[in-house]
């Protein structure tokens, strides 16, 4: 199946999709290499282009466009696009390592499985981040992403289907706190100077 037709099908039928996942031969390079690499790469190239390029018009009264510099933009793109792939790890780590608190099995192929294609709402609404005034709307997006993995985590960890709500809301604060953990870490090593008008 090519990366455009998984795209679909996770989107838009991820009930029956979630079962031909979990039978698919894979391994963690190639669910990064095939999918992942190609996906992180959508909100890290959009937020660059959206604050370094385009900027952010009439801010607290400014005249003119905010824009973040160009190197400080290419630095957190690269950043951001190597974090969200450790984050999708880590959180497999977690779901795997959860899975028997909620009658589940676990599987770290599996996890990462379930995570990654999840993920993909989450990644493919990065798109919005290209006009930063509408840059919330890929908020919207990840709470699909949420919805995504609920669908999935009993097919994928063999969990019973209802213990999916529960597991999933652990998962979500989990997944919170490490974005939260790694960002923070990333903002002291490239503290990001303020914005500059154009």
Avoid: H
């Avoid at 997944?175 to 490239?190: E, Y």
């Amino acid at each position: 199946m090519s990366l455009v037709e998984r795209v679909q099908s996770i989107l838009l039928r991820p009930k029956e999709t979630w079962p031909t996942v979990a039978a698919e031969a894979a391994d963690p390079a190639s669910i990064y290499t095939r999918y992942l690499v190609v996906l992180a790469a959508i909100p890290a190239i959009a937020g660059f282009i959206g604050l370094s390029v385009i900027g952010i018009s009439g801010i607290s009264g400014f005249g003119g466009t905010m824009r973040l510099p160009i190197a400080t933009g290419l630095v957190n793109m690269v950043l951001s696009y190597v974090l969200s792939l450790a984050i999708v790890y880590v959180v497999a780590l977690v779901v795997d390592a959860l899975a028997p608190t909620f009658g589940g099995t676990k599987d770290r192929l599996a996890a990462l499985k379930l995570v990654a294609y999840a993920s993909t709402a989450a990644f493919v609404g990065g798109i919005f981040s290209l006009i930063p005034a509408i840059a919330f709307l890929g908020m919207l997006a990840a709470l699909y992403s949420i919805y995504l993995f609920y669908t999935g985590v009993a097919v994928l960890m063999r969990s019973p289907a209802d213990k999916s709500a529960a597991y999933t809301a652990v998962v979500v604060v989990c997944a919170i706190v490490v974005g939260v953990v790694m960002a923070a870490f990333i903002s002291l090593l490239v503290p990001t100077p303020p914005l500059g008008v154009a």
